[in-house]
C-alpha cells in the first residue's frame, strides 16, 4: 500500500510503509549510506505529515519485515497485547504523539507498554523533537533489581568499565577501583574482555565476583563476552551474575552476532537457576546501537532507528537488568556528527522507556566522528532530564581497550551533583557506610576509611 | 597477614598504581570536575586523533622517498569524492575512481608479465601513519620481497581508500598477493598506526575471512623492521599455500607457525 501527501500542490508519493518511515526519519548518515534517507527538508517534512495522519492500527496491519522468514517480527506479533492497546487503538500517529505528551501519566504509560509495538513508537518518535523525547521519557519509570535498585525517580546510575588492552587483572581491578572512588558501579561493574575465550571469561567474572564481595559492595558484575561463552562460564560454576549479548532487530542481524531467541532464551534460564541476585532475578545485559542491523546487511529497506526499535522487542522478551544503545560507537557512516549521535541518544532511550525497557546509554563517540566532549556533556544533561537509568563511565573518558570516548567517572559525579540525582539506594547506603560519601550524599575529599580497607585488603600485596 | 598490618593498615594510594594500566586513573577530581593538566592533555590527544583523520597524506613526499629507494609509484583514488564523502560512504572507499581504473589498466598492459606482487599506500583514517611509516615500510617490505625473488608491480598510492580497494587494484594489476598499509583509526594514546591488510587472489567482493592483518605498526608498536619480515613471510606463504585468511591462519597453525591476527579493524572495514 502506498501513502501521499501534498504540499502547496506538490503530491509526495512514498512507495509502502517502510519506505515513509525512512524518508520521516530526522537527517542522518546511517540511511543515506543505505539510500533510504529523504531527498531534503521538504521531502522530510511531506512524509513526517503523512506519517502524523497515517492510524496507529496500520503497523499491525503492515509488517516491515514478514513473519514468515523472520523471527524478530513474529516475537513483535505475539508481544502486542490487544487490550493493552484499547486506549490508544483509534489514534493516528500524530494524536498519539499529544496523547503521549498530554493525556498520558506514568501509569498510562506502564499500562500501554504491551499494547505498543516498536514500529508505532519509532514512528512517533519521529514527529518528536528533542523537547518532546525528553517530556515524555521522563515520565515513564522502569525499575529493575538484582542486587541493587534500578531506574528510580531521581536517581542516576553507573556502569564502571574498567576495559584493559590485554584483560590484565590488576589493570581491571585498579580501573574498577578508580570508579568506585568516584561512585561508579551501581548499575553493573562490566568488562569488554580484549579476547572471547573460556578461560579469560572465567577469570575476569572471578576477578569481578572477589572485588564485589570483598569489599561487599551492593551490586552485580558481568564480562561481557559471547552468551556461548557465558554458558560454558555457568556450566563450570562460574559466578555470572549477568549474561550479557549486543542484539539488533531482525533475525538476520541476530545470526550476524551468533545467536536467535531460542539461545538467548537458553541462557536467561541458565542464569536464572544460578539464583545469584538478591532483591530481585533481572539478570540480562542487552546491548544494541543504531547501524547494526545496515552494518550486518539485515536490514531490508528499513531505516535504522526503526530497526533499533524492534531490538527493543528482542530486549524485552528477557526481562533484562540493564539494555543500552552504544550510540556514538558504531560510526560517522551511521551517525556523523554531535547533532546526529546527540538525537539519536534521545530517541533509543525514549522508544526503550516506552516499550518498558530499563534504558541506558553509552554516552560516546570515536574518533572519525565529527564530536567532542562538549556535546557529550549536553547529551548526558539531556539523558539526565530525561530520565535515564544509567551511563557508563571509565577513566578519563579515555576507553584505552575499545579505542573509544565515554564519559569520565567524573562526569556521572557532575551529573549527581549538579542536577541532583542519586545513586542506587542499596549502592547510595554502601557509599556512606564505608565513609566515600558524607551525610549529604557527597563524595568526600579524602575518604580514608576506606582507603585503609582497600590498603588491608589482599587485593593489592 | 601479620597482626601489625592489621592494626596499622596501610592507606590506599590509587596514583602508587598508575604503570599497571594504560587507563588514565588517579587523574584527581577538583570538585566534579577533571583538573585542568588532565583535561587539556585529553583534549591534546583528541586534536592529535581528530587531525589525523582529517588531514591529507603528503602523497608527493611519499613518493619522492620511494623514488629514492628506486622504487616506481602509480597515484589512484577511490570513488569517494573527498573526505568527508569517505568517511560517510565507506561503500565509496572500497571502488575505484574511473581515471583510476584506466590509469591501472593502462599499467597492467605494460607489464610482460604480472606481478606477484602488489603493494598499495592507502591513507585510510590515520594520514599521520601513512605520513611516519608508510614509506619506510613499503621500502623494507619490498627489499625484503626481492631478495625471496618476488617480483613487485609499481607501488599505488591509493587516496580515501578503505581496506578492500585493494581488491580492484590487485585484480586490475593481475597480482598474486595484494598488501594494503592503510591507516588505522586513531586512538587517544596512538594516532599512528598503521595496519597491513593482505589477500592471495584479491577480487572485488572478497570477503574478509580471506584477509590476514598486522595491526598496530609503529614506533612503540610493532617496528617496521618486524612488521616488514613478517609481510614478506605471509605473503610467501601465501604464494605458496595458494590462499590467505583463515584458512592460511590453519595451515600455518599444523605447521607451527606464529599465528597471525585475523582481526580486521572494523573503522577501516
Known amino acids: 500500500m502506498s501513502y501521499s501527501t501534498t504540499i502547496e500542490g506538490t503530491r509526495f508519493r512514498f512507495d509502502d510503509l517502510k519506505t515513509l518511515l525512512a524518508k520521516a526519519s530526522p537527517e542522518r548518515s546511517g540511511d543515506q549510506l543505505a539510500g533510504l534517507a529523504a531527498e531534503g527538508p521538504v521531502e522530510r517534512l511531506a512524509a513526517q505529515m503523512a506519517l502524523a495522519d497515517l492510524p496507529l492500527k496500520t503497523f499491525l496491519a503492515e509488517e516491515l519485515i514478514p513473519s514468515e522468514t523472520d ?98 587483572s590488576a589493570g581491571i581491578a585498579l580501573s574498577a577501583i578508580d570508579g568506585l572512588l568516584m561512585g561508579s558501579g551501581d548499575a553493573v561493574i562490566g568488562v569488554n574482555p580484549a579476547t572471547d575465550t573460556l578461560d579469560d571469561y572465567i577469570r575476569i567474572v572471578r576477578l569481578l565476583d572477589e572485588l564485589r564481595s570483598r569489599l561487599d559492595i551492593p551490586t552485580q558484575t558481568c564480562c561481557l563476552g559471547h552468551v556461548t561463552v557465558a554458558l560454558k562460564a555457568l556450566e563450570r560454576g562460574a559466578p555470572v551474575d549477568l549474561v550479557f549479548q549486543s542484539i539488533a532487530g531482525s533475525e538476520k542481524a541476530n545470526r550476524g552476532f551468533g545467536i536467535d531467541l531460542a539461545l538467548l532464551e537458553e541462557a536467561h534460564e541458565a542464569a536464572r537457576a544460578a539464583k545469584r541476585g538478591t532483591i530481585g532475578d533481572n539478570l540480562m545485559y542487552f546491548e544494541t546501537g543504531q547501524g547494526a542491523a545496515l552494518s550486518a546487511d539485515a536490514h531490508f529497506g528499513v531505516d535504522q532507528q526503526t530497526m533499533e526499535a524492534r531490538t527493543y522487542a528482542v530486549a524485552r522478551a528477557f526481562r533484562p537488568l540493564l539494555v543500552n544503545t552504544v550510540v556514538g560507537f558504531i560510526g560517522p557512516e551511521y551517525l556523523f556528527d554531535g547533532r546526529q549521535i546527540i538525537r539519536a541518544g534521545l530517541e533509543d532511550h525514549f522508544c526503550g522507556k516506552l516499550l518498558g525497557l530499563p534504558m541506558g546509554v553509552d554516552v560516546c563517540y570515536t574518533n572519525h566522528a565529527d564530536a567532542d566532549q562538549n556535546d557529550m556533556d549536553v547529551l548526558l544533561t539531556l539523558l539526565c532530564a530525561a530520565g535515564v537509568n544509567f551511563v557508563i563511565t571509565v577513566p578519563g573518558a579515555d576507553d584505552v581497550m575499545l579505542n573509544y570516548q565515554s564519559l569520565s567517572h567524573q562526569d556521572v559525579v557532575f551529573a549527581r551533583q549538579t542536577l541532583g540525582l542519586r545513586p542506587a539506594p542499596e549502592f547510595a547506603a554502601w557509599l556512606d557506610r564505608v565513609g566515600l560519601t558524607d551525610q549529604e550524599g557527597r563524595l568526600v575529599a579524602s575518604p580514608d576509611a576506606f582507603l585503609e580497607t582497600l590498603g588491608a585488603s589482599r587485593l593489592w600485596n | 597477614m601479620s597482626k601489625e598490618d592489621v592494626a596499622r593498615p596501610r592507606r590506599f594510594d590509587i596514583g602508587a598504581f598508575r604503570e599497571l594500566t594504560e587507563a588514565r586513573i588517579a587523574l584527581g577530581r577538583p570538585g566534579a570536575a577533571l583538573p585542568t593538566k588532565a583535561e587539556q592533555t585529553f583534549l591534546l590527544d583528541h586534536a592529535r586523533a581528530r587531525a589525523a583523520v582529517w588531514s591529507e597524506v603528503d602523497w608527493t613526499r611519499i613518493s619522492a622517498a620511494l623514488n629514492a629507494s628506486e622504487l616506481p609509484s602509480l597515484p589512484v583514488a577511490s570513488a569517494a569524492a573527498d573526505r568527508q564523502i569517505y568517511v560517510r560512504r565507506p561503500d565509496l572507499g572500497r571502488q575505484l575512481c574511473a581515471e583510476g581504473a584506466e590509469a591501472l589498466d593502462r599499467l597492467a598492459g605494460s607489464f610482460k608479465v604480472a606481478p606477484d606482487i602488489t603493494i598499495v599506500i592507502g591513507d585510510g583514517l590515520s594520514a599521520t601513519a601513512v605520513d611516519f611509516n608508510a614509506a619506510p615500510l613499503a621500502t623494507a617490505l619490498a627489499e625484503r620481497l626481492k631478495a625471496r625473488g618476488m617480483t613487485l608491480a609499481p607501488i599505488i598510492l591509493a587516496e580515501r581508500a578503505r581496506v578492500a580497494l585493494g581488491d580492484p587494484i590487485g585484480k586490475a594489476l593481475g597480482a598474486k598477493v595484494v598488501v594494503i598499509l592503510i591507516g588505522e583509526r586513531p586512538g587517544l594514546s596512538a594516532a599512528d598506526s598503521l595496519g597491513a591488510y593482505l589477500t592471495f587472489a584479491p577480487e572485488p567482493g572478497t570477503p574478509d575471512s580471506r584477509r590476514n592483518c598486522l595491526s598496530n605498526i609503529r614506533e612503540g608498536g610493532l617496528t617496521i623492521e618486524r612488521a616488514a619480515a613478517s609481510i614478506a613471510d605471509l605473503c610467501a606463504g601465501m604464494i605458496k599455500a595458494g590462499l590467505s585468511g583463515v584458512g592460511l591462519q590453519a595451515a600455518l597453525e599444523r605447521e607451527g607457525s606464529a599465528s597471525v591476527s585475523l582481526t580486521a579493524d572494523e573503522g577501516n572495514a
Open chain 1, 71 to 168: 523471527e524478530v517480527s513474529r516475537l513483535i506479533a505475539d508481544q502486542h497485547d490487544e487490550a493493552a492497546f484499547a486506549p490508544v487503538a483509534s489514534l493516528t500517529v500524530g494524536e498519539f504523539r499529544e496523547w503521549l505528551l498530554f493525556d498520558a501519566d506514568d501509569e498510562a504509560l506502564e499500562s500501554v507498554t504491551f499494547g505498543l509495538t516498536p514500529e508505532m513508537v519509532a514512528a512517533v518518535s519521529k514527529i518528536m523533537r528533542v523537547k518532546d523525547l525528553i517530556a515524555v521519557a521522563a515520565k515513564r519509570q522502569v525499575v529493575t533489581r538484582f542486587r541493587s535498585t534500578i531506574g528510580l525517580k531521581g536517581h542516576l546510575s553507573a556502569r564502571n568499565q574498567p576495559n584493559h588492552p590485554t584483560d590484565d
